[in-house]
């Protein structure tokens, strides 16, 4: 289970972080996101040992990281633009499924990764 935090609105140039606290081990989380009317689209992923695979186009700006002890999946998002607005979701390998190295990709769809969180709303304005 997964369960999401953080979002809402801020104006373009703003920051901001989103949360996903998972209820166990996975070998490996990640962030895609879905804008109104459009295929989900990946942002990054990231292994329980902290090695993280962005998108290229998402790099500059977002930042993933976990946070072991807390169960819990971060991604921050700067320099954010109206187009980024979207749902937000975190997703994550089950624990029994040994998701590592090229197969902890952020590329969609990623089969491998079958728990979701509930999605959160980012909007930015301009």
């Known amino acids: 289970q997964l369960v999401q935090s953080g979002g809402g609105s801020v104006q373009a140039g703003g920051s901001l972080r989103l949360s996903c606290i998972a209820s166990?081990?996975?070998?490996?989380l990640g962030w895609v996101r879905e804008e109104s009317g459009q295929e989900r689209e990946g942002i990054a992923t990231?292994?329980?040992?902290?090695?993280?695979t962005y998108v290229e186009s998402m790099k500059a700006r977002f930042t993933i990281s976990i946070d072991t002890s807390k169960k819990t999946v971060y991604l921050e998002m700067n320099h954010l633009q109206p187009n980024d607005t979207a749902i937000y979701y975190c997703a994550a390998a089950s624990p029994h499924r040994v998701v590592t190295g090229s197969f902890c990709h952020p590329g969609v769809p990623n089969e491998y990764l079958d728990l979701w969180g509930q999605g959160t709303l980012v909007t930015v304005s301009s």
């Open positions: 166990g081990y996975s070998y490996c």
């Open positions: 990231i292994e329980w040992t902290g090695s993280a």
